[in-house]
């Protein structure tokens, strides 16, 4: 069983930037894929970014392609989403997301939310233009 708590939430100008965290516990996560979604009341809960075990393999949405960086700490069990020139429409909820993986590289599957067991409560993110 794992845990995951996401920090980091908060208000911010169009522009500006934010690092997410998400801390993992219980089982070890050295072997598990870590994902971040986001989901708008009344929408799909939708991909934004993942990394694999080894923090080598990672993969983003189009829509945040450039601009977010996720990267992992093992050590802590600790992954991170930074978050660089947000835009109003980056206004959501975000998610942590981790799932066991026998894969060191990550495939399309990784992005999908029935791939995932293990899901944190959200934090809330707000750009104002």
């Known amino acids: 069983q794992v845990q995951v708590l996401e920090s980091g939430g908060g208000l911010v100008q169009a522009g500006g930037s934010l690092r997410l965290s998400c801390a993992a516990s219980?089982?070890?996560?050295?072997?598990?894929?870590m994902a971040w979604f986001r989901q708008a009341p009344g929408q799909e809960r939708d991909f934004a970014a993942a990394?694999?075990?080894?923090?080598?393999?990672?993969a983003y949405a189009d829509a945040v392609k450039g601009r977010f960086t996720i990267s992992r700490d093992n050590a802590t069990n600790t992954v991170y989403l930074q978050m660089n020139s947000l835009k109003p429409e980056d206004t959501t909820v975000y998610y942590c997301?981790?799932?066991?993986?026998?894969?060191?590289?990550?495939?399309?599957?990784?992005?999908?939310?029935?791939?995932?067991?293990?899901w944190g409560q959200g934090t809330e993110v707000t750009v104002y233009s």
């Open positions: 219980g089982r070890t996560c050295s072997t598990y894929t």
């Open positions: 997301a981790a799932k066991r993986t026998t894969y060191y590289t990550l495939t399309y599957a990784d992005s999908r939310v029935s791939e995932y067991n293990y």
């Open positions: 990394i694999g075990w080894s923090g080598d393999s990672t």
